[in-house]
C-alpha cells in the first residue's frame, strides 16, 4: 500500500540546538499533516499544511516550531529551538485530500537531552 | 470541545472470543471517525472508519458502529486471533477540519 517514509528514525540532541524531521510524503498526496505522541499516550495532531500553507495548527504547535515543504521535496518539521518537553515521536501523515484516509509514517522518534 | 475519551485502556480477551472498545467525542460536528490499529514500534494503520451519515460498518471481522445522539462509536473485533493483540485508537474529525483527534488508546491482548 501507500508508504510515508520518515527520516531519521531516531534524534538525539541537546536542548537548545535546532532540528529538523523529514517527511517523504505518499506520491501525489496534497494534504500533509505532523502528530505528536508521547510514550504510551495517544498521537496528538500538531499541523496541517496544504499548497504551501499551514491550514490549521493546535496549541502544541510552539512558536518554536515551523513546517516548509520546499519545491515538493520533503516535508519537514523543524523545531529550534528544542525544549525537553519535546521527546516524542513525532508522525508524519498524508493525504489525497482533506476528506480521504491519512497514512502515518514509522515516526521519528526525537530525544531532548 | 475537542476530546475524544476512549475505554478501556486495557483489554485482555481470549482467542476467539469478542472485544469491544468504546469511545465517546464532545464536538457534535464531528463526522469522520477512523480506528487505526499500532503495533510496538509500528506506525498506526487504518483499520476501519465511519461517516456520520452510517450507522453500522462491517469489514473482515470488524465491526464499527456510531451512535450520534449519544456522541459515541464503538469498534467491535469479532473472533479475536492472538494477531489482533495492539493498541487501538479511536479518532474523530469535526465537519470542516482536517485534524485527527485521538482516543487515549486501548491495549488489547488476545491470549490463546
Known amino acids: 500500500g501507500p508508504k510515508v517514509l520518515q527520516i531519521p528514525s531516531h534524534q538525539i540532541i541537546d536542548m537548545g540546538q535546532m532540528v529538523t524531521l523529514n517527511c517523504d510524503p505518499v506520491?501525489?498526496?496534497?494534504?500533509f499533516y505532523w502528530y505528536k505522541q508521547i510514550l504510551g499516550q495517544q498521537m496528538e495532531f500538531l499541523v496541517n499544511?496544504?499548497?504551501?500553507?499551514?491550514?490549521?495548527k493546535s496549541k502544541l504547535f510552539k512558536d518554536q516550531f515551523s513546517v516548509e515543504r520546499p519545491d515538493g521535496s520533503y516535508f519537514t518539521l523543524k523545531i529550534q529551538p528544542t525544549a525537553l518537553e519535546d521527546s516524542a515521536v513525532y508522525f508524519c501523515?498524508?493525504?489525497?485530500?482533506?476528506?480521504?484516509?491519512?497514512?502515518f509514517g514509522p515516526g521519528t522518534r526525537l530525544t531532548v537531552l | 470541545g475537542e476530546q475524544v475519551e476512549q475505554l478501556p485502556s486495557i483489554l485482555r480477551v481470549q482467542e476467539g472470543s469478542s472485544a469491544s472498545i468504546n469511545c465517546t467525542y464532545e464536538?457534535?460536528?464531528?463526522?469522520?471517525f477512523p480506528w487505526y490499529k499500532q503495533e510496538p514500534g509500528e506506525n498506526p494503520k487504518l483499520i476501519i472508519d465511519?461517516?456520520?451519515?452510517?450507522e453500522r460498518k462491517q469489514t473482515q471481522g470488524l465491526i464499527v458502529l456510531l451512535d450520534k445522539k449519544a456522541k459515541r462509536f464503538s469498534l467491535h473485533i469479532t473472533d479475536t486471533q492472538p494477531g489482533d493483540s495492539a493498541m487501538y485508537f479511536c479518532?474523530?474529525?469535526?465537519?470542516?477540519?482536517?485534524?485527527?483527534?485521538f482516543g487515549t488508546g486501548t491495549t488489547v491482548s488476545v491470549s490463546p
Open positions: 501523515a498524508s493525504s489525497s485530500d482533506g476528506r480521504a484516509e491519512q497514512f
Open positions: 506520491s501525489n498526496h496534497l494534504y
Open positions: 499544511f496544504y499548497n504551501g500553507k499551514v491550514m490549521e
Open positions: 464536538n457534535s460536528a464531528s463526522n469522520y
Open positions: 465511519i461517516r456520520s451519515n452510517m
Open positions: 479518532a474523530a474529525r469535526y465537519q470542516g477540519g482536517r485534524a485527527l483527534i
